[in-house]
């Protein structure tokens, strides 16, 4: 039993970190034990960097089923699609939250700062994964996602196209 419980939690990590972070996290070259040991070490210290109580407002892409845009929280047109999503991100309290993107496709443009979306402090911008995929369009010149002095916030389990 031991060997099948260890066999799955190896699978797992592979499958945590697929897309999202390097699974080999002690650099030794090959995904193995040592690397869900320090997998799990990093996760039982790490803080959440969002709240469990915290706000989530979903936002859905201009490409995502009618059913599903039906019960978003914030609709997008499929032109400057970082209005919508920085609305999302501006409506969370100073105490974080998560803004949760369906699946589809977020064309996003230069705004005059030169940055597209803008995170806050203690802010989760999540995806659905490889099927939500933020798209910078043409001829924009710009930083997809900007952190500039936040804490606490993450971008995950999505995709940006810098379309270069």
């Not at 989530?56 to 914030?74: E, N, R």
């Not at 999540?126 to 952190?147: F, H, K, M």
């Amino acid at each position: 039993m031991k060997t099948v419980s260890v066999i799955l939690a190896v699978m797992s990590l592979s499958t945590i970190c697929l897309g999202r972070l390097p699974a080999d996290l002690n650099k030794d070259g090959i995904v193995d034990f040592p690397d869900l040991a320090v997998f799990s070490q990093q996760w039982l210290s790490g803080e959440p960097p969002v709240e469990s109580n915290s706000v989530v407002y979903t936002v859905a892409a201009s490409d995502t089923p009618d059913s599903v845009k039906a019960m978003a929280d914030y609709v997008c047109d499929g032109t400057d699609d970082q209005i919508e999503i920085q609305s999302a991100i501006a409506a969370l309290a100073d105490g974080g939250g998560k803004v949760l993107l369906l699946g589809g496709r977020y064309n996003v443009g230069e705004t005059a700062e030169h940055y597209c979306i803008d995170l806050r402090s203690r802010t989760t911008l999540e995806g659905l994964g490889w099927g939500t995929v933020i798209y910078l369009v043409d001829n924009a010149d710009a930083t997809v996602v900007r952190g500039y002095r936040v804490e606490k916030a993450v971008v995950r389990d999505l995709a940006i196209n810098g379309n270069k």
